[in-house]
């Protein structure tokens, strides 16, 4: 992109790529600016106009297969030059905004409406994590990471503009106390979406660590479809005999791997502990961190790590507002998944892959067991309450361990279609 470009060693787009994009961006800036004093503002859409719906703006957004490089006039046309009643949310970045972008935008356009993020040019997060975020959504595609749709790089100014969130932030969902609760069904839902999100990642051709994952950073579309966002700390992850890629530590305090936190050494694992605290936000309800409570309850995995493999507390863990709307051998499942994801050693914890397959089960709970708790198991783990033993998916998820680790699943997506690996019956 001209003096968009960057050394950066994690790229995945090339330097070569990104300066022709930013060829693609000031012949657009061009013709733009011919057309500036002939239209104004009252001929762009708004996305606050009704001729939208949830079902157009899907198929639309199936349409828009490379990322666009945008004017920045574009930008502040369908933004209304960034107006406060437009934002959408404020983050490390900046600030993101709604807008909507269709023919009377630039000709070609489908009916869309996007979300703007802006660059906050005396922000924590710049440059570096701008390009980072189209490298690597610029070429990554999923059903469960938010499509970026095009980006801005003017001046000193870079804007990244992504497919449109209904729904907003799963975190908004679950703590936000004017919000319906979230059903079962739909955390377990959320959960499996966001699991194939970083299974699809930690399985590309070259691996992608995303390294912050958290409930703020997955977005949720119309139908609660879970969509990972925010790729501006992900690291392409160890090559070859590579174990680990060494960098300075960074994401969110509370959701970062221990192991990661005190050595710098940041591999696939890291995120799955990430995955783990997620998991357990889900369940329980409770924020991964909250000064709030008492002294012991702040942390959220300390508090409830302890309990996930004795089948008399999961009880006291579980989030009341649930109520009866799960079968304890489905609770037993995601509780134990959650125990293995969070273990102080990486090795034993489980590919995304095999958290997919382990998901997988509990996206219905027809046919499944209810009963109440009997006796607890002693020392058995969480994975002998529903008939595997602790040593066994151990074994399981250990042998998994190593650079040359893959998902055995034929589904480049990892959706799980062989034989469950690691699935938790």
């Given at each position: 992109m001209?003096?968009?470009?960057t050394?950066?060693?994690?790229?995945?787009?090339?330097n070569?790529?990104?300066?022709?994009?930013h060829l693609?961006?000031?012949?657009?800036?061009?013709?733009?600016?011919?057309?500036?004093?002939n239209?104004?503002?009252?001929?762009?859409?708004?996305?606050?106009?009704p001729?939208?719906?949830?079902?157009?703006?899907?198929?639309?957004?199936?349409?828009?297969t490379?990322?666009?490089?945008?004017?920045?006039?574009?930008?502040?046309?369908?933004?209304?030059?960034?107006?406060?009643?437009?934002?959408?949310?404020?983050?490390?970045?900046?600030t993101v905004?709604?807008?909507?972008?269709d023919?009377?935008?630039?000709?070609?356009?489908?009916?869309?409406?996007?979300?703007?993020?802006?660059?906050?040019?005396?922000?924590?997060?710049?440059?570096?994590?701008?390009?980072?975020?189209?490298?690597?959504?610029g070429?990554?595609?999923?059903?469960?990471?938010?499509?970026?749709?095009?980006?801005?790089?003017?001046?000193?100014?870079?804007?990244?503009v992504?497919?449109?969130?209904?729904?907003?932030?799963?975190?908004?969902?679950?703590?936000?106390?004017a919000?319906?609760?979230?059903?079962w069904?739909?955390?377990?839902?959320i959960?499996?979406?966001?699991?194939?999100?970083l299974?699809?990642?930690?399985?590309?051709?070259?691996?992608v660590?995303?390294?912050?994952?958290?409930?703020?950073?997955?977005?949720?579309?119309?139908?609660?479809?879970?969509?990972?966002?925010?790729?501006g700390?992900?690291?392409?992850?160890?090559?070859?005999?590579?174990?680990?890629?060494?960098?300075?530590?960074?994401?969110?305090?509370?959701?970062?791997a221990p192991?990661?936190?005190?050595?710098?050494?940041?591999?696939?694992r890291s995120?799955?502990?990430s995955?783990?605290?997620?998991l357990?936000?889900l369940?329980?309800?409770?924020?991964?961190?909250?000064?709030?409570?008492?002294?012991?309850?702040?942390?959220l995995v300390?508090?409830?790590?302890?309990k996930?493999?004795d089948?008399?507390?999961?009880?006291?863990?579980?989030?009341?507002?649930?109520?009866?709307?799960?079968s304890v051998r489905?609770?037993?499942?995601?509780?134990?998944?959650?125990y293995?994801?969070?273990?102080q050693?990486?090795?034993?914890?489980?590919?995304?892959?095999?958290?997919?397959?382990?998901?997988?089960?509990?996206?219905?709970c027809?046919?499944a067991?209810?009963?109440?708790?009997?006796?607890?198991n002693?020392?058995?783990?969480?994975?002998?309450?529903?008939?595997?033993?602790?040593?066994?998916?151990r074994?399981r998820?250990?042998?998994n361990?190593?650079?040359?680790?893959?998902?055995r699943s034929?589904?480049?997506?990892?959706?799980?279609?062989?034989?469950?690996?690691?699935?938790?019956?």
């Amino acid at each position: 992109m001209g003096n968009c470009g960057t050394r950066e060693e994690s790229a995945v787009v090339s330097n070569a790529q990104v300066q022709q994009l930013h060829l693609s961006s000031l012949t657009a800036k061009t013709a733009a600016g011919e057309k500036k004093h002939n239209r104004s503002v009252s001929d762009l859409s708004d996305i606050s106009t009704p001729r939208h719906n949830f079902e157009d703006a899907r198929k639309n957004t199936l349409l828009y297969t490379h990322v666009i490089a945008f004017t920045l006039y574009e930008l502040e046309t369908i933004t209304k030059s960034f107006r406060s009643d437009y934002i959408l949310g404020e983050g490390g970045f900046g600030t993101v905004y709604k807008g909507y972008i269709d023919e009377n935008v630039r000709v070609g356009l489908k009916s869309l409406p996007v979300a703007v993020k802006v660059l906050n040019k005396e922000g924590l997060q710049g440059h570096r994590e701008w390009l980072t975020e189209v490298n690597f959504l610029g070429q990554l595609r999923h059903p469960n990471l938010v499509k970026l749709i095009g980006y801005c790089c003017e001046d000193d100014h870079r804007l990244l503009v992504y497919e449109f969130m209904f729904r907003g932030s799963l975190e908004n969902h679950l703590f936000r106390k004017a919000t319906v609760p979230l059903s079962w069904a739909t955390r377990m839902m959320i959960a499996l979406g966001a699991a194939k999100g970083l299974a699809f990642l930690h399985n590309a051709e070259r691996p992608v660590i995303y390294r912050d994952f958290k409930t703020s950073n997955i977005l949720l579309d119309s139908d609660y479809t879970a969509k990972l966002s925010d790729f501006g700390l992900a690291k392409a992850g160890p090559q070859g005999d590579e174990t680990h890629v060494s960098t300075r530590v960074m994401g969110t305090y509370g959701y970062a791997a221990p192991e990661y936190v005190m050595t710098g050494h940041l591999t696939a694992r890291s995120d799955v502990y990430s995955f783990g605290v997620v998991l357990l936000e889900l369940l329980t309800g409770r924020k991964s961190v909250d000064k709030t409570r008492p002294g012991k309850e702040q942390s959220l995995v300390d508090w409830a790590r302890p309990k996930l493999n004795d089948k008399r507390k999961l009880l006291q863990i579980l989030d009341p507002r649930l109520e009866s709307q799960y079968s304890v051998r489905a609770a037993q499942k995601a509780c134990s998944l959650a125990y293995y994801c969070l273990s102080q050693n990486p090795k034993a914890r489980p590919l995304m892959s095999d958290v997919v397959e382990t998901l997988e089960p509990l996206q219905s709970c027809d046919g499944a067991e209810v009963s109440s708790f009997g006796p607890s198991n002693g020392g058995a783990g969480p994975f002998a309450m529903s008939g595997i033993s602790d040593y066994r998916m151990r074994q399981r998820f250990s042998n998994n361990v190593g650079p040359g680790a893959t998902c055995r699943s034929p589904n480049p997506n990892c959706s799980p279609g062989a034989a469950a690996a690691c699935r938790v019956r």
